[in-house]
């Protein structure tokens, strides 16, 4: 099952209200889901990720549009359980996933 969070702008007043917590997030270019992506703990925290996407880490992303997220007990587990249904679902990974892979 996707990420069955409401999308918000990804933008760094809407970033700064997503959780200081472990999860799973996804990014999206308008409607296309181009990203999955996960915040181990330790500091890694959903709202850490998301800013080291928005400040261009990761180039691919940098074409965000929106975000969501979801937070979960073992992200390294949810987000590749999303990138199966996903592969599945599509024939291939998000496109920012399949060049980091």
Same mark, same amino acid.
């Given at each position: 099952m996707p990420i069955a969070s409401p999308r &918000? +702008?990804?933008?760094a007043v809407m970033v700064s209200g997503a959780p200081p917590d472990p999860g799973v997030f996804a990014l999206w270019m308008h409607d296309e889901l181009i990203y999955y992506g996960r915040a181990l703990g330790d500091g890694a925290t959903i709202q850490s990720r #998301?800013? %080291?996407? #928005?400040a261009? +880490?990761?180039p691919c992303t940098a074409r965000a549009t929106h975000y969501g997220w979801e937070i979960t007990s073992n992200p390294r587990a949810r987000e590749a359980e999303?990138?199966? %249904? &996903?592969e599945r679902a599509h024939a291939r990974l998000? /496109? /920012?996933n399949a060049r980091a892979a």
């Open positions: &918000y +702008a990804f933008n #998301l800013q %080291e996407h #928005l261009g +880490a990761h999303l990138l199966r %249904e &996903y998000p /496109c /920012c």
